[in-house]
Each structure stands twice: as structure tokens, then as C-alpha cells.
């Protein structure tokens, strides 16, 4: 069992950055591919970023691509998601995921474990 405990959302206004944090407990490993998703309000959840569980290897949606960067710190146990340049359409909850895969976690059925979500408000 992995319990993950997402941090860093909040209230920002457009152009500004925001740094989430999502720390795994339990029976935690670095074998784990990592990933954020995401959920608007009236929307599904979307993909945002993962990271590989071996090579740190990452992949974006498109909509982030060049804003946001997913990083891990193995010994930390601790995954996290710098976004820059926020803008209204990124308002959303986010949700920290795991899953024991090689490679890279982008799909909701992939998912072993979910954070309860952070907040994150963009304002004009």
C-alpha cells in the first residue's frame, strides 16, 4: 500500500508559478512511475506530466508542455510539479498517481494509487 499526500496548491493570479509536492508513504519504492493529473470543474480528469520509474524519463500533455516540469527525489520519496506561467485554463484540482510500470504513467486505468488532490486557483 502507497499513500500519497499532494501539498503547494493554491490561490495565484495568472503569469505566476506554483510549485505542488506529492510525498509517497508505505510501501514506497522508486519503482514507481509517477504522474500528475488533473480536473476542472464540469471536465474529466486529464493527464498533466509523469515521470518514469527508472530513467526519470518525463512526458507533458501538450497544453503544458514548456510551463510545467514533473522532477523526483527518490530519497525523499517526494514527486513534484513546477508550473510557470499559470493561466486561467490551468484551474483545477490536481492528483498526484502511481503505478508499478515500467515506463511512463499517462493513463487513468494505469493508476495503482491516488493523492486526495490540491487546488490550485488561477485568477485574472
Known amino acids: 500500500q502507497v499513500q500519497l499526500v499532494e501539498s503547494g496548491g493554491g490561490l495565484v493570479q495568472a503569469g505566476d508559478s506554483l510549485k505542488l509536492s506529492c510525498a509517497a508513504s508505505g510501501r514506497t519504492s522508486s519503482n514507481y512511475a509517477m504522474g500528475w493529473f488533473r480536473q476542472a470543474p464540469g471536465k474529466e480528469r486529464e493527464f498533466v506530466a509523469t515521470i518514469s520509474s527508472t530513467l526519470s524519463t518525463t512526458y507533458y500533455a501538450n497544453s503544458v508542455k514548456g510551463r510545467f516540469t514533473i522532477s523526483r527525489d527518490n530519497a525523499k520519496n517526494t514527486v513534484y510539479l513546477q508550473m510557470n506561467n499559470l493561466s486561467l485554463e490551468d484551474t483545477a484540482v490536481y492528483y498526484c498517481?502511481?503505478?508499478?510500470?515500467?515506463?511512463?504513467?499517462?493513463?487513468?486505468?494505469?493508476?495503482?494509487?491516488w493523492g486526495q488532490g490540491t487546488q490550485v486557483t488561477v485568477s485574472s
Open positions: 498517481a502511481a503505478a508499478r510500470i515500467y515506463g511512463m504513467l499517462y493513463r487513468d486505468r494505469d493508476v495503482d494509487y
